[in-house]
């Protein structure tokens, strides 16, 4: 395993001497397949961060983000903007806050704080976060095989799980209406052309219409999107398949930690021995698909995900009063300390 001697090779210069980093860099941490404990013999070094605003970007018109170093594959988030990106709990930036000790090369005061305050952008928006991560990465393993080869009844289920999955992220830009007034389930299909299709039942009133216009636009896009992908066949070698069918898995077991527990689990050490036999291919037949377990394993985790998003107890929103007050705190000190 690396550690903080890593940063002293002269490739990761750029860390001590770019104007946005140095003494602004509050964390430094191994990401990717290390910070899951699923890495290998060929897994790359990827280094994520977190670095303070300049007083230019907080006061003046200097807009910056974040910077890359594509050579390293290192990537430092600004502080204002990471926020906002955790906000939304974005699986890829709320990872950094729950990753184990041993993991972060580079931890300040002010980044150990900020690890400390992680719970309050925990809420429900990682249902929609996670969720399309996950239908993500099952796409790119459908498209990858050729998906067009699956029973189109398969293949309307995954359409189902992807518009569900997005529905409490559409469902956050539009008036709210009473729970139950919209049901989308699968029925067998009137269309000589499909075997079942996914139905809507709708009982609105007095809702605005260029709300519902919205909503409707919304799943018809996904439905699109996804008929897109399906027409793509473009072939992956088994050891970048496997690896998307092990983040798949890896995806919904920090969901579900998020939704049952509130917890960030970056690491995922007791499920180590699962993710490790997708990563080698120990679910995979040898014309390069699927077999039937690994189908049952998402199905298995998509209830569990289903069931942790009916029960959570985190709330709809984050905290965005304490979130304000946490950003307006650390920022000053940058105002007041010149950085």
Excluded: W
Aim: net charge negative.
């Amino acid at each position: 395993m690396y550690t903080s001697a890593l940063l002293e090779n002269k490739e990761y210069e750029f860390l001590k001497t770019n104007e946005h980093l140095g003494e602004r860099v509050i964390m430094l941490g191994l990401a990717g397949s290390f910070a899951y404990g699923t890495y290998n013999e060929n897994s790359d070094i990827d280094i994520r961060g977190v670095a303070l605003n300049r007083s230019c970007e907080l006061l003046g018109l200097t807009k910056y983000e974040q910077y890359v170093d594509e050579n390293t594959d290192t990537t430092v988030y600004t502080f204002n903007k990471i926020i906002t990106l955790l906000l939304s709990c974005n699986p890829n930036t709320i990872e950094l806050l729950g990753m184990r000790p041993e993991n972060y090369l580079y931890l300040n005061d002010i980044g150990r704080e900020f690890i400390g305050n992680a719970g309050m952008f925990l809420s429900k928006r990682a249902i929609g976060s996670f969720g399309g991560y996950a239908d993500a990465q099952l796409r790119r393993l459908q498209n990858a095989l050729e998906r067009d080869k699956y029973p189109q009844e398969e293949k309307e289920k995954h359409l189902y799980n992807s518009i569900k999955n997005a529905m409490h992220d559409i469902l956050s830009h539009y008036n709210k209406y009473s729970d139950g007034a919209l049901k989308l389930y699968i029925d067998k299909s009137q269309r000589p052309e499909l075997e079942t299709e996914i139905y809507m039942d709708m009982e609105l009133s007095h809702y605005p219409l260029r709300d519902y216009a919205g909503i409707c636009n919304e799943m018809s896009n996904i439905v699109k999107d996804y008929n897109k992908l399906g027409r793509r066949n473009k072939k992956k070698d088994d050891n970048h398949l496997n690896k998307h069918a092990m983040h798949l898995v890896r995806l919904f077991m920090m969901a579900i930690d998020i939704l049952e527990k509130g917890e960030i689990n970056t690491y995922r050490e007791k499920e180590h021995d699962l993710l490790l036999s997708i990563r080698r291919g120990d679910y995979q037949k040898a014309d390069g698909t699927y077999k039937d377990e690994f189908y049952a394993l998402i199905s298995s985790y998509e209830k569990k995900l289903d069931y942790a998003a009916k029960n959570t107890f985190l709330p709809d929103e984050p905290d965005f009063k304490r979130v304000e007050e946490y950003v307006m705190s650390v920022n000053k000190k940058v105002i007041e300390y010149g950085y």
